[in-house]
Nanobody, 125 residues
Framework: QVQLVESGGGSVQAGGSLRLACAASGYTVSSHCVGWFRQAPGKEREWVATIDKFGFTTYVDSIKGRFTISRDNAKNTLYLQMNSLKPEDTAMYYC???????????????????WGQGTQVTVSS
């Protein structure tokens, strides 16, 4: 049984930093595409970043240069380091994992099979 458990969310002021973590069980984060999505109130879920089995990373334009996705294979954990946070980054953040896609990670949420419960990030101005 696959479980993804996010942590690290919170409330920060604009310009601050947070590091999200997603601990996986029943799944190996280095074996397939894994990533982060976010959903703000009243908006659709948005792809944020992905990392494939080779370590290749991709990001949505709005967070490039500010966020970094990474993984710790030994801890089987996915991370999202978020710097220079802006109020528009406020959202529930979800980690997601694909079952068969291991490179050329796609952004649509329907291409990911497993989801965490989410962790809230709130950025105040």
């Amino acid at each position: 049984q696959v479980q993804l458990v996010e942590s690290g969310g919170g409330s920060v002021q604009a310009g601050g930093s947070l590091r999200l973590a997603c601990a996986a069980s029943g799944y190996t984060v280095s074996s397939h595409c894994v990533g982060w999505f976010r959903q703000a109130p009243g908006k659709e879920r948005e792809w944020v970043a992905t990392i494939d089995k080779f370590g290749f990373t991709t990001y949505v334009d709005s967070i490039k240069g500010r966020f970094t996705i990474s993984r710790d294979n030994a801890k089987n954990t996915l991370y999202l380091q978020m710097n220079s946070l802006k109020p528009e980054d406020t959202a529930m953040y979800y980690c997601a994992a694909a079952e068969t896609m291991n490179w050329g990670c796609l952004s649509p949420s329907y291409t990911y099979n497993y989801w965490g419960q989410g962790t809230q990030v709130t950025v105040s101005s």
